[in-house]
């Protein structure tokens, strides 16, 4: 059928319409129809038909670290005082790991979200609340040999597949699900209707788009990067569940012991992977975000997370990750370099899928 610019504008109205709040028409004016402004707040934080109101830009950044630090061990929570020195002594580390990086014309940190996070006060001693000693589950025997087995290929990658997804510009490290705090562009936008809740996220700019209307996930034939979420109300909690992941992903939880440079961990997740995100509106500029892992493929028991975001004025930026992608191509130049050297020298073999 045959789409005319003025069929799709009459259709982008449309959508407008449905995502844009309205209050309720009773034929009064606004003045006349004043209430408390308890009840005002209380109104404010709905939509028209009920539900709590999760829309706008929110900020998931943390200076909390997702596990404890083993020099808290048995503690829950520290003084701000421990946590400023905390947050002072992982500055440094961080500082010294890029002085040892290679230059390139800027400080590395230019990327990081520091800005935001020297403002938090880290109390908390990790992201996860469950284990209660705020330690991940140790990763199974298979999930072992698949984080080697990776971290051989990105080393000498024979193609763009044995690299990051994240590095093909394919699916954000830190976008999801679940959505864990990195280093940058740790926003997410949230859009809803009655039975249709979007979240879009900064990073590669995802846009998740989670049925609220009770139909089963998709035939546990079909895979996806981002795996199938479908949603649901309990209360005054979003939850949302998400299944059927393809076996390799970003969003898989081998990837969640740490943030993007930390290069203890894989992206080949376990199409095992079942994760329920929920969503709890605390105040006008609080979101209390959790997410349960469970992945027996990978984690010898489940874990679950805490992460409360900020609202801030955004905007969402569009991130161009495959505008200007050299590195793409100087990795696998530098791994066949090292191969040729190699070679010369009578050593390792060329490293072949």
């Not at 808290?72 to 002085?99: C, H, I, P, W, Y």
Request: hydrophobic share 35%; glycine share 8%.
């Amino acid at each position: 059928m045959h789409c005319t610019a003025d069929h799709r504008l009459t259709a982008l109205l449309a959508l407008a319409v449905l995502l844009v709040p309205v209050a309720p028409l009773n034929g009064q004016s606004s003045s006349s129809t004043a209430r408390p402004a308890s009840r005002d707040r209380a109104a404010a934080l709905r939509t028209p038909d009920g539900r709590p109101d999760l829309q706008g830009i929110w900020n998931f950044a943390s200076a909390t670290p997702m596990e404890r630090p083993t020099e808290m061990a048995g503690k829950d929570s520290v003084t701000e005082a421990e946590g400023a020195d905390f947050r002072q002594r992982q500055q440094k580390a961080q500082r010294d790991s890029e002085n040892r990086g290679a230059y390139t014309g800027y400080p590395r940190d230019v990327w990081f979200e520091d800005g935001i996070r020297k403002q938090m006060k880290v109390t908390r001693t990790s992201l996860l609340i469950d284990p209660p000693d705020g330690r991940l589950p140790p990763l199974t025997a298979d999930a072992q040999k698949r984080v080697a087995d990776a971290r051989a290929a990105t080393e000498q990658a024979v193609g763009p597949e044995d690299r990051w997804l994240s590095e093909r510009c394919m699916v954000g490290f830190n976008a999801g699900p679940p959505m864990v705090p990195s280093d940058y562009n740790n926003n997410v936008q949230i859009l809803q209707t009655p039975d249709h809740v979007v979240l879009h996220t900064e990073m590669i700019h995802n846009a998740r788009i989670v049925p609220l209307d009770g139909r089963p996930h998709i035939s546990s034939s079909m895979r996806q990067w981002m795996g199938d979420s479908r949603g649901r109300w309990e209360g005054d909690t979003l939850v949302v569940d998400t299944t059927n992941y393809v076996a390799r992903t970003d969003s898989g939880p081998a990837r969640f012991p740490g943030f993007m440079w930390r290069r203890n961990v894989s992206d080949k997740g376990s199409d095992r992977v079942h994760v329920i995100e929920r969503f709890m509106r605390l105040d006008k500029d609080t979101l209390r975000y959790e997410f349960t892992v469970d992945d027996p493929g990978t984690f010898t028991a489940p874990w679950t997370a805490r992460v409360d975001m900020s609202r801030t004025k955004g905007p969402i930026y569009e991130y161009a990750c495959h505008e200007g992608n050299y590195a793409m191509y100087g990795m696998l130049s530098s791994a066949r370099a090292v191969e040729g050297a190699a070679k010369e020298e009578g050593g390792a073999k060329t490293r072949s899928r």
